[in-house]
């Protein structure tokens, strides 16, 4: 069988080998191609290339028919009618060029002759930096070197060593780019003394060269392995402390070591001279991960180190905290006698926490008055309680890890806001870059050197109701009026900026907007509803979503313009408020279809506009447009009722047109039991009619009636200010006031008097004075004649004036009646007249009452 085998081998390698040759003489088979001076040239030179064709090749024949066409690649460049020429060749490129031969008979297609491949190179260069190395005890001797500008043709690179007693090793490399031979020898100590010589030449057609000599002992070119095996022990789970141990080669006298912590990228480095694998470190950091690296080498002066070991990781035990929290806080009112405290603080660095903190110990203690302590254990960073606003409170914010705790923060709780002298002045936010916003601000005025830190406080911008993110702050001494800001910074967000100045129990802020870049934002509010009150359009809106502002806006705008027109519509601006989401305009026309919309405006320009309602106001348009009307025609009415004339024509006027049910007449007084109860006075004290006055106090005084028939005698009317004036037309009689004995008194002039008293000669008992009962009088008791009326007093049912007044008795008023006891009555006027109004004339005759009558609410004659 292996008999076999290796037949069917032999018959395959020269199956092969016949195939080959085969397609070389194919090639070839109707002519040759030669290459003169060489198929490699270098560059620059000119060669000549021949095409013949072999005997009995010719088309049909004949040679006047062959055209022979030479190609470089599949250019043409020279072509002959014949069986052979010749094609010089300039300028040809770096690198090998393929020409071929080609045979064109007529009515056939063309036929490859025979080829040639031309290479341009040039010759090489003197290689450089010939360095040799030795990896470890029982590694090889390898060299290296620069082979310079490449030739493009091949080139063959011999390397050779010599040794002391004529030790010579060589090895080659024939490729194109060979700079790197292993000679497979390695070099013992016991040649540690002696000096070896490397060479390497580079050889090809075109010419060859050798490197310069390079001589070095066997402690210049072995470098040993890298460390292995490398532990790492802290001792009494110590976090400062550390031993490394390690395995090397045993020729090593030097080792230097690396180590950093794992996030961080420098190196400590560390020399250590005859370690025999061992070395302490004593500056590490707690609780802190930590990468290790060794090299070695056999001589302090020669030779060179060994790659670095693969890196070794190791964590540091924990130590008690050190440092301080940072800790700041915030107050917000509960009701009247509570308010909550927010704590946050930051967490400690590495290096301070020296461990993994495992909670934070929280005490809140009132100092003043009942000294409550409140006590909490935390693993947040934050932490919130409602205390009494009552008293002075304290803080205190310690960590806590495996080892022990931190030194405590303490705090002051105060009013951060609560004095207006602290408050800094101009404060002001510009952005600094992407990440960062540039606060500046003033001191206060008057407390200035009281201000013991400043501290600069933001949060990102947030909805109202929404959950508030925690503040991010920063610490700033006294002497600084400004803070760059890029903790939690983030482009195209708006952050409430606060700036507090604090003193020892008290402190003052004020706050602005600021972002580090912005853009317009991305759409406008959305208008949810819109409601008309009190003549006002009310619209309310939803708030940008806080991702969609791309930066602090500044103003809102409310655009509205009318249905179906192609007007310009009209807007107001709105500075920008948080808690606001509704405003009152006062600008629409009632009956009319509006569409409104809404846009926001940041430093970058205006949002597109936001959803659109059409609104069409019912009620009043504006109330101002009443207003003026309303006032102008009331001062016209008044102007005019200032004149008597019309006054009067317009109380006539209105007594027409009131209704006749409202009129109500008296009972005949012939038949009245009150005219016969009370007798009427004798003629001697009869009260002249021509003196009876009655002042009108509440409306104006009618036209005057004029009365013939007076009476002489002056009698007392009324005692009471509140009385009726009457004038009498043509004959000069006017009532007066005598506030001294509160009485009024109606009397004629003398002359008019002595005149009417010769035609009468005798005095008329007009009518009885008129009384009243008391309401709640017992029943029997009268009143006396001499009753005093007030102005607005109007007869009733049970006062009246009699018509027989020869046919009642006389009665004389007793002078010892007191007048004290008459209670007022009221009369009751009104300027409706239920009946034309007719002047009584007395001249000669007596005045009746049969002839008096009384409306609802006036006293007519």
Excluded at 13 to 29: E, G, H, N, S
Excluded at 231 to 239: C, E, L, R
Excluded at 693 to 709: A, F, G, H, K, R
Excluded at 773 to 800: A, Q
């Amino acid at each position: 069988m292996a008999r076999t085998l290796r037949g069917c081998s032999l018959e395959l390698i020269f199956l092969t080998t016949w195939l080959l040759i085969k397609a070389q003489i194919d090639v070839c088979k109707r002519g040759d191609v030669t290459v003169k001076p060489s198929h490699v040239i270098s560059r620059g030179s000119t060669v000549n290339i021949s095409c013949s064709l072999k005997p009995k090749q010719d088309c049909l024949h004949s040679s006047s028919l062959n055209k022979l066409i030479l190609y470089k690649i599949n250019e043409v460049i020279s072509f002959h009618h014949g069986r052979s020429f010749s094609s010089q060749i300039t300028d040809l490129s770096l690198g090998s060029t393929l020409f071929l031969c080609k045979l064109a008979c007529v009515g056939s297609n063309e036929t490859p002759v025979c080829g040639a491949e031309i290479s341009v190179g040039v010759a090489p260069e003197q290689p450089q930096n010939l360095t040799c190395v030795q990896e470890g005890e029982r590694g090889t001797v390898a060299c290296t070197w620069d082979r310079g500008q490449d030739t493009h043709i091949y080139t063959e690179y011999t390397l050779q060593l010599n040794g002391p007693k004529n030790l010579t090793w060589q090895k080659q490399c024939n490729n194109y780019h060979c700079a790197h031979l292993d000679l497979g020898i390695s070099l013992t100590p016991q040649f540690s003394e002696s000096n070896f010589t490397a060479t390497v030449t580079a050889t090809n057609s075109l010419g060859s060269s050798s490197s310069f000599p390079s001589t070095f002992t066997f402690l210049d070119i072995v470098r040993p392995l890298p460390p292995w095996n490398i532990t790492i022990k802290f001792p009494n789970a110590s976090g400062n402390r550390c031993t490394l141990q390690w395995r090397g080669e045993r020729w090593v006298r030097l080792s230097r070591l690396r180590y950093r912590p794992s996030h961080s990228r420098s190196w400590n480095m560390v020399t250590v001279m005859n370690a025999r694998g061992s070395h302490d470190l004593l500056d590490l950091k707690p609780f802190t991960e930590y990468e290790f690296q060794i090299s070695s080498k056999l001589h302090l002066f020669r030779g060179s180190w060994s790659e670095w070991s693969r890196s070794w990781t190791a964590h540091s035990p924990e130590e008690e905290p050190t440092g301080t929290l940072d800790v700041w806080y915030t107050k917000q009112p509960v009701d009247y006698n509570r308010q909550r405290i927010s704590l946050f603080w930051k967490n400690l660095s590495v290096t301070e926490a020296r461990g993994k903190i495992l909670h934070y110990q929280v005490t809140l203690q009132e100092v003043t008055g009942k000294k409550i302590t409140l006590q909490n254990i935390t693993e947040h960073t934050f932490w919130t309680w409602v205390i009494p606003r009552t008293g002075i409170w304290t803080v205190a914010v310690s960590a806590v890890n495996s080892k022990g705790s931190s030194l405590p923060t303490h705090i002051n709780i105060t009013d951060l806001c609560g004095s207006g002298l602290l408050t800094p002045r101009q404060i002001s936010a510009n952005s600094e870059g992407v990440d960062g916003i540039v606060v500046t601000w003033q001191a206060p005025r008057k407390a200035a050197s009281a201000i013991q830190h400043y501290v600069v406080e933001w949060r990102a911008l947030h909805p109202v109701g929404s959950i508030q993110p925690p503040p991010s702050w920063l610490w700033v001494p006294p002497y600084s009026m400004s803070a760059l800001i890029s903790e939690n910074i983030k482009p195209h967000i708006c952050y409430e900026i606060r700036v507090h100045a604090l003193s020892r129990d008290q402190g003052g802020c004020d706050s602005i907007w600021g972002d580090t870049k912005y853009k317009a934002p991305l759409r406008g509010p959305h208008i949810n509803a819109i409601t008309e009150e009190k003549g006002s359009i009310l619209i309310s809106w939803n708030h940008i979503p806080v991702q969609e502002q791309m930066g602090c806006i500044l103003h809102y705008r409310i655009y509205w313009k009318e249905r179906d027109t192609g007007s310009k519509p009209g807007f107001c601006e709105i500075p920008y408020s948080l808690s606001q989401n509704s405003y009152p305009i006062n600008s629409l026309q009632p009956s009319v279809t509006y569409i409104l919309w809404m846009t926001a405006l940041t430093a970058a320009g205006e949002s597109p506009q936001g959803n659109e309602r059409e609104f069409s106001p019912q009620g009043k348009a504006n109330w101002n447009t009443f207003v003026a009307p309303s006032i102008g025609i009331a001062i016209i009415m008044v102007g005019i009722f200032s004149i008597r004339y019309f006054r009067q024509k317009a109380f006539v006027l209105l007594s027409l047109l009131r209704p006749q049910w409202c009129s109500r007449e008296i009972p005949d007084p012939a038949n009245s039991t009150w005219a016969k109860k009370y007798p009427i006075m004798e003629e001697k004290t009869q009260l002249p009619l021509d003196r009876l006055q009655i002042s009108w106090s509440t409306l104006e005084e009618p036209e005057p009636l004029v009365i013939s028939e007076v009476l002489h005698q002056m009698t007392p009317v009324f005692r009471n200010p509140h009385f009726l004036n009457w004038s009498v037309k043509g004959q000069g009689v006017q009532g007066h006031f005598t506030s001294k004995e509160d009485t009024v008194y109606s009397a004629s002039s003398p002359s008019t008097s002595r005149a009417l008293k010769a035609e009468t000669r005798q005095l008329v008992d007009l009518y009885k004075v008129l009384g009243s009962r008391d309401p709640d009088s017992k029943r029997g008791k009268t009143t006396s004649p001499l009753t005093v009326l007030p102005g607005d007093y109007l007869p009733n049912h049970e006062g009246y004036l009699p018509s027989n007044i020869d046919d009642l008795p006389s009665h004389e008023v007793s002078p010892t009646d007191p007048l004290e006891e008459l209670e007022p009555q009221h009369i009751s006027l009104s300027v409706f007249m239920s009946s034309p109004l007719h002047p009584l004339n007395f001249c000669g005759e007596k005045l009746t009452l049969d002839r008096l009558k009384m409306g609802c609410d006036s006293l007519i004659l």
